[in-house]
């Protein structure tokens, strides 16, 4: 069993910042690709930022320059630094990770979303 667990979500004033953190917490054997996605009301669940455990990182468009995606691999965290939000930031913010796992048969690769936390920018 695996958690992805979020926080840092809030309201904030445009311009303003925050930071997301999401942690792995499980019989965790490694943590891969990790990755920020959002979802506004009516619309899909869309690509911010992902991190290899290399520390290799991609952005959407949308987000670069203003966003930064890190993570500790000793603490299976990863972390998103928001600078320059804007009001259409605003939406529920979800941690995805592909995650190594310990079973009863030995391993297994599995895909794991956190519960969301959500970030308000006002105008």
């Known amino acids: 069993q695996v958690q992805l667990v979020e926080s840092g979500g809030g309201l904030v004033q445009a311009g303003g910042s925050l930071r997301l953190s999401c942690t792995a917490s499980g019989s965790i054997v490694s943590v891969n690709v990790m990755a920020w996605y959002c979802q506004a009301p009516g619309k899909e669940r869309a690509f911010i930022a992902s991190i290899t455990n290399g520390g290799s990182t991609n952005y959407a468009d949308s987000v670069k320059g203003r966003f930064t995606i890190s993570r500790d691999n000793a603490k299976n965290t990863m972390y998103l630094q928001m600078n320059s939000l804007k009001p259409e930031d605003t939406s529920v913010y979800y941690c995805?990770?592909?995650?190594?796992?310990?079973?009863?048969?030995?391993?297994?690769?599995?895909?794991?979303w956190g519960q969301g936390t959500q970030v308000t920018v006002s105008s």
């Open positions: 995805n990770g592909n995650i190594k796992t310990r079973v009863r048969s030995g391993e297994y690769n599995g895909n794991y």
